[in-house]
């Protein structure tokens, strides 16, 4: 059995030029976790109950030669397993919400190579790189996330907005309003 620790990126923004590739953003993981466990609802599942996304579009992963897969269903999933080794033992998921914009990446089960041919060149968040023998050379030190911080996050993301706009007592920067009346 091979632990691999999981790592969700979530918060930041896709850029799509040259390459896509995800600029800043927070992260959370799920370290020492049995790769013959992993299943795509699990990962979905993390992504809406515990990061506040509403759904989830695409599900994404990053391979260590810096090119980003898209993992659909569990056909997906045993195909980024069948990658896992003593080399690689460290998963880099993305996901799209179901209201942004999808990124044009190729289906992970169409990948005809090997995921080990380089190391990571370009991560694309805030995390820092530092040596370790046990991850292909490369492991990604962040910082704990605040779990209120996150939880309000939640929240706010899953709150029900009608037109009197009970829920908001108070107009705080970063609100938006279909028209000029309504934030009156």
């Known amino acids: 059995m ?6 969700f990126h979530h918060g930041g923004e896709w ?16 370290k020492g976790y049995d790769h013959d466990l992993i299943s ?10 515990k990061l506040g996304f509403v759904g989830v579009q695409e599900l994404i992963v990053l391979a260590p030669t810096g090119k980003y897969f898209e993992i659909i269903g569990d056909e997906g999933v045993r195909t980024l397993t069948s990658f896992i080794s003593t080399e690689y033992k460290s998963i880099h998921l ?10 044009d990446v190729t289906d992970v089960v169409m990948y005809d190579g090997s995921f080990l041919l380089s190391p990571i060149v370009n991560e694309g968040t805030d995390c820092s790189k530092s040596e370790d023998d046990n991850n292909n050379g490369m492991v ?9 911080e996150l939880e309000n996050f939640v929240t ?29």
């Open 140 to 148: 990604f030190s962040c910082s704990d996330y605040d779990t209120d």
């Open 94 to 103: 993305f996901a799209t919400e179901d209201c942004e914009f999808s990124v």
């Open 156 to 184: 706010k993301k899953k709150r029900n907005i009608t037109e009197s706009l009970q829920y908001y007592k108070e107009i705080v920067k970063g609100m938006a309003f279909k028209y000029i009346a309504e934030a009156k």
């Open 40 to 49: 795509f609802i699990d990962l979905v599942n993390e992504y809406i109950n």
């Open 2 to 7: 091979i632990e691999v620790t999981i790592y």
């Open 15 to 30: 850029l799509t030029s040259p390459e896509p590739h995800y600029d800043r953003g927070c992260v959370t993981y799920w």
